[in-house]
């Protein structure tokens, strides 16, 4: 499957702590998109990045969130002090330009219990 | 910023029939606008897209038009079938900085009744 790829599908963790999502875009996407959707909703923008620059960011995305494309293909995104309205499923999508169509990934499921 | 509202929020429709799905968007410099299908515990998948440049687009059973002035746009599934049923996603974005910031309406449960 040359889809978009993330890991892992399903996250369990205690309030307070700390996650970490991968997300492997198609390999020739530079384009890669942060989303996160909640039950009953369509998916909200989180951040963007171009290649390995993060050129983007929604006022969604707390201090206690960061992403990062260190080399301009993987990128992981990360939750410090996980929160009850953390729990969503946490969406990243891939295009190859800019205007092309957004491919999403199956996504991670966080559950803060 | 952009805001997208979308019509129904549950659809069932007898098979053989068509649905009809109308969102609305509020930025009129909004140019791309997708449609996506999410079935239960899947990825959003892109079914058709539509630009700004363009009031109607097909694809087999598929359709998007799109009325700028109005600033609304609609998807019509005719000679729908079962594997139809699914959530339905409209969406709107604007191209800033080659970032393409989809904004998505709050999403359409289709149900196609045998």
């Known amino acids: 499957d040359t889809g978009v790829s993330q890991d892992p599908r399903h996250k369990i963790t205690k309030r307070g702590q700390n996650v970490t999502f991968r997300c492997d875009p198609i390999s020739e996407h530079n384009r890669l998109y942060w989303y996160r959707q909640t039950l009953g909703q369509g998916p909200e923008f989180l951040t963007y990045f171009q290649n390995e620059a993060q050129l983007e960011k929604s006022r969604l995305l707390s201090d206690r969130f960061s992403a990062e494309r260190p080399k301009g293909s993987f990128s992981t995104l990360e939750i410090q002090r996980t929160e009850q309205g953390d729990s969503a499923m946490y969406l990243c999508?891939?295009?190859?330009?800019?205007?092309?169509?957004?491919?999403f990934g199956d996504g991670t499921r966080l559950s803060i219990l | 910023g952009e805001n997208v509202e979308q019509h129904p929020s549950t659809l069932s429709v007898q098979e053989g029939d068509s649905a009809v799905i109308k969102c609305t968007y509020s930025?009129?410099?909004?140019?791309?606008f997708p449609w996506y299908k999410q079935e239960l515990g899947k990825r959003p998948q892109l079914i058709i897209d539509?630009?700004?440049?363009?009031g109607e687009k097909k694809d087999q059973r598929i359709a998007v038009t799109l009325n700028k002035t109005a600033k609304h746009f609609s998807l019509h599934i005719t000679e729908t079938q079962p594997e139809d049923s699914a959530v339905y996603f409209c969406a709107a974005s604007i191209t800033v900085q080659g970032a393409q910031k989809l904004v998505f309406g709050q999403g359409t449960r289709l149900t196609i009744n045998p």
């Open positions: 999508a891939s295009a190859s330009a800019g205007g092309k169509p957004q491919h």
């Open positions: 930025d009129s410099a909004s140019n791309y």
């Open positions: 539509i630009r700004s440049n363009v």
